[in-house]
């Protein structure tokens, strides 16, 4: 009898239990992709995400750190089998790759509606429009410069104040500091078949006006011009004053070389200023920065891009919640905090940030103002292969994922191809791709 | 009760349901990805999750009418044979000296597995530091000995990558094979040997009238082995080399995965793939009739 009571006792409390936990209101819960997996920005963007939760008790963010390099598999896989995140990070080609798959969700009221507090920058907006619509919310860019070193411009007997401006000026650098025998090799330049070798050569394309891969009719590729003849010509030069081995070089590799003082210049992204911090041998002040050198005839510019968040999921509630995310995010004080967690590198893409206080708060900020002006200035003319046109290319992910930029350089520095032979050759390659 | 038990113990039907688990968990993981490959390669898939439309031989011909394709048959084909042909001679020359009397053998035998126990990525990043042209020992040791002037780009140049990545590659699996075939010539009768020894036989003509004859069967398993494997190694070749310079140590499994994944042309990869297995099954059975035969000989 004792028995049966406490049974039925426990039964009841947990049928009590289960109406209880069925009736409270269950957060909305969404899942968040996001490809920044360095250490210091995968904490950043955690405590972001904790703040957000805490201050909005109705909606749980859960960030899932992936990495660039697998997410073009993992991405369809994931979302194909049901397990998808609800939201994830983009740049404009993969949004092309995913939104095949037909999941991505058009953002274009939530940008409306952030576009009657802020002003978005065209380069960080447009790539993200087509099809009448926007498919992701841009929350910061990147560019190129010139990152060299300035202890060692001053031993070779180099202003260094006074950066190369131009290719012939780069080239002049070049020979000089291997003849002052203060450094063995000059520049470093990645050579391998990697999106680093695409992003340096597509910024040269850029700076000698050869922008633009694919004609008005996206199908036809005229990346076989003098132009880019000229920009794979120079690279070639610039290559043989990097040290051996730079055929297999991409991000690491000439990062290392400069902080170690292997190499005194490098064109890269703007993450080499939070990387100087943290790993180089001498004071912030000695990492000097200029616009990437562009030829007599040329424009100023690099490549550019922004990263977006794209929406993957179709529940009101959760498109909702994203939205009240996305806004609470691009508040000046809220994004600047997200933008510093790789200082000088993450580009605000909206006014209101960029003029912010907040933003400028920041010591290494402050430290290197000029240079962050020079990738904002450059952002302004930044370009990114296949979105060059007034509409975005179907086709511009099929260069970036097969590295065909890279392959078409090795082409010359491996094979010892001319840089005609190569980019002809490239061009057919890119031919072969979109078919 | 004991009686019932030997009974269903000895049931054929019992034995297969004990290993019904084991082939229902082969056939998920294994047989629907192999069935799932054949259909993708007689459809037009690019990547997962797009609508399929089937396309017949379309992407055998495409493949086949490609000179990556052959290319990185032909270095699939140089890649195994070497590695085949250096894991045999490297084994059995290390074995040979394992097999020998010396004082702290014991310890020797079993640090000499190191190279095989690490994992991949650790060797990889290891070597590719040593072999860096421009902070890599090696290289410093070339250049201090005078053997050369300017640094080798042992991973990055179109000389010396694929033979490097054989090298790296014997290197690994060497101490492994050197084991079994230590155990192997541990089972030669040291009778024989002396009995020829007294006879006037020399060491070579020991080894090869001895020694060999006994372990040519492990040998023949090792190089069956060998095979396989070095034909399908893709870390080892990805890690240290991404199948690069410009392709020139794409293998075939390098050149399916970049056509699946670089290139996003599934479809393609699964028929390159279908290609792969048949031409690897073919040499297979050609190599164990050749064994088959040798035995009847004997």
């Not at chain 1, 997410?71 to 896989?77: D, F, M, R």
């Not at chain 1, 990437?292 to 891009?305: H, R, S, T, W």
């Not at chain 2, 069935?35 to 007689?42: E, G, H, Y």
């Not at chain 2, 421009?134 to 070339?142: D, F, K, M, R």
């Amino acid at each position: 009898m004792k028995a049966r009571t406490i049974l039925l006792v426990v039964f009841l409390g947990c049928l009590l239990m289960t109406v209880l936990y069925a009736t409270s209101t269950k957060p909305i819960k969404l899942v968040f992709w996001h490809m920044e997996a360095r250490p210091h920005r995968v904490e950043r963007i955690k405590e972001l995400c904790e703040e957000f939760n805490k201050t909005h008790p109705g909606i749980e963010i859960m960030p899932q750190v992936q990495s660039w390099g697998e997410i073009y598999q993992l991405a369809p896989a994931a979302i194909q089998a049901g397990r998808g995140p609800d939201f994830m990070l983009t740049i404009p080609d993969f949004l092309l790759y995913i939104k095949a798959l037909g999941v991505v969700q058009p953002v274009t009221d939530i940008i409306k509606d952030l576009q009657q507090k802020y002003t978005f920058f065209d380069s960080a907006l447009e790539p993200y429009y087509f099809d009448k619509e926007y498919w992701a919310v841009p929350i910061y860019g990147m560019t190129f410069a010139l990152w060299y070193r300035k202890d060692i411009f001053r031993k070779a007997g180099l202003d260094p104040n006074r950066p190369p401006r131009t290719w012939k000026e780069l080239l002049e650098y070049c020979e000089k500091l291997k003849n002052s025998g203060v450094v063995k090799y000059p520049i470093a330049v990645p050579g391998a078949i990697h999106m680093a070798t695409d992003q340096l050569i597509y910024t040269l394309m850029v700076v000698n006006k050869a922008e633009h891969i694919f004609g008005e009719d996206p199908n036809k590729v005229i990346f076989d011009n003098p132009r880019t003849v000229e920009a794979y010509a120079f690279y070639k030069k610039l290559f043989d004053y990097s040290p051996p081995g730079s055929t297999s070089w991409a991000w690491d590799e000439p990062r290392t070389a400069l902080f170690t003082g292997q190499v005194a210049m490098v064109m890269e992204k703007g993450h080499y200023i939070k990387g100087w911090v943290d790993n180089a041998n001498a004071p912030l002040s000695e990492l000097g920065c200029a616009p990437a050198p562009i030829p007599e005839d040329g424009q100023p510019g690099a490549i550019y891009y922004s990263n977006g968040l794209m929406l993957l999921t179709n529940d009101p509630q959760k498109r909702a919640a994203f939205k009240e995310f996305v806004e609470w995010l691009h508040q000046p004080n809220v994004m600047s905090r997200l933008l510093h967690m790789d200082p000088g590198f993450f580009l605000p893409v909206t006014r209101e940030v960029l003029y912010s206080d907040a933003f400028w708060s920041d010591p290494v900020i402050k430290e290197k103002i000029p240079a962050v002006l020079i990738q904002i200035e450059t952002a302004k003319h930044g370009k990114l292969f296949g979105f060059t046109r007034d509409t975005v290319n179907p086709n511009a992910g099929v260069v970036s994922a097969e590295n065909i930029l890279a392959w078409t350089a090795q082409l010359i520095t491996v094979k010892g191809l001319s840089p005609e032979e190569a980019v002809k050759l490239g061009a057919k390659k890119i031919e072969e791709a979109i078919k | 009760m004991k009686r019932i038990s030997s009974v269903i113990l000895k049931d054929p039907t019992f034995g297969l349901l004990l290993v019904l688990p084991l082939l229902l968990w082969v056939a998920v993981t294994l047989l629907y990805p192999a069935v799932d490959a054949v259909r993708i390669s007689f459809s037009n898939v690019r990547y997962v999750g797009l609508p399929i439309k089937y396309v017949g031989l379309t992407n055998f011909k495409h493949v086949l009418s490609e000179r990556e394709f052959w290319d990185s048959v032909i270095r699939t084909v140089i890649w195994s044979v070497s590695n085949v042909a250096l894991q045999l001679v490297g084994s059995l020359g290390v074995a040979l000296v394992l097999n020998q009397e010396y004082k702290g053998k014991e310890f020797i035998r079993n640090w000499i597995i190191l190279p095989w126990v690490l994992p991949t990525i650790v060797l990889a990043i290891v070597w590719k530091w040593i072999l860096d042209p421009t902070h890599g020992v090696a290289n410093y040791i070339l250049i201090r000995l005078g053997i050369v002037e300017r640094p080798i780009e042992f991973l990055s140049s179109t000389t010396w990558t694929l033979p490097t990545a054989i090298l790296l590659n014997c290197w690994r699996w060497i101490p492994y094979f050197s084991v079994i075939v230590l155990a192997a010539l541990q089972t030669v009768p040291k009778e024989l040997h002396e009995a020829a020894a007294i006879d006037g036989a020399s060491r070579w003509k020991r080894f090869t009238h001895i020694t060999l004859p006994f372990i040519s069967p492990v040998l023949k398993v090792i190089a069956l082995n060998s095979l396989l494997w070095s034909a399908n190694i893709f870390d080892t070749i990805w890690l240290l080399t991404r199948g690069g310079p410009l392709d020139h140590t794409t293998t075939l499994p390098i050149y399916i995965y970049s056509k699946a994944f670089r290139s996003f042309r599934f479809s393609e990869a699964a028929a390159a793939i279908l290609m792969f297995l048949g031409l690897l099954l073919l040499v297979i059975i050609y190599l164990r009739i050749l064994f088959k035969e040798e035995g009847a000989q004997r």
